[in-house]
């Protein structure tokens, strides 16, 4: 089961600093783990949802993109964080990156590809 959640982050002078999408992955049967948070922000050369942009899309200017609304796109997450040493089985929350995860998950759905990235996964 998963939730997707738009939200704005917020400079430490209060005013706006950019978009993020949250993807936020439950283990089933409910209790068999903490939930899993792929946090998505804007910056250079990315966008996340919002206008022009459909719900749910997250991607680089130039280059790979996925919908995080799509079962699909959000399997080919799944699959690039457990083969990156995520174990569903963790008691607690676990919150990374996606961005690192983004082109190999459009790889598996077919969309482009460019060298991989580390990820650092931050226990909660």
């Not at 899993?36 to 942009?53: A, D, H, K």
């Not at 997450?77 to 607690?92: H, I, K, N, Y």
Request: charged share 20%.
């Amino acid at each position: 089961m998963w939730t997707l959640r738009h939200s704005h982050r917020e400079h430490d002078s209060g005013r706006p600093a950019g978009c993020r999408e949250t993807l936020m992955l439950y283990p089933q049967p409910a209790g068999t783990g903490g939930p899993l948070r792929i946090v998505f922000t804007e910056g250079p050369g990315r966008y996340v949802s919002g206008f022009p942009m459909g719900s749910g899309d997250v991607g680089y200017v130039q280059g790979s993109s996925l919908n995080l609304h799509q079962p699909g796109a959000v399997r080919a997450l799944l699959d690039a964080t457990s083969a990156r040493g995520w174990e569903p089985g963790e008691r607690q929350a676990v919150q990374i990156d996606g961005r690192p995860l983004l082109e190999t998950a459009a790889a598996a759905r077919g969309g482009e590809t460019s060298p991989s990235h580390c990820v650092t996964i931050k226990r909660r």
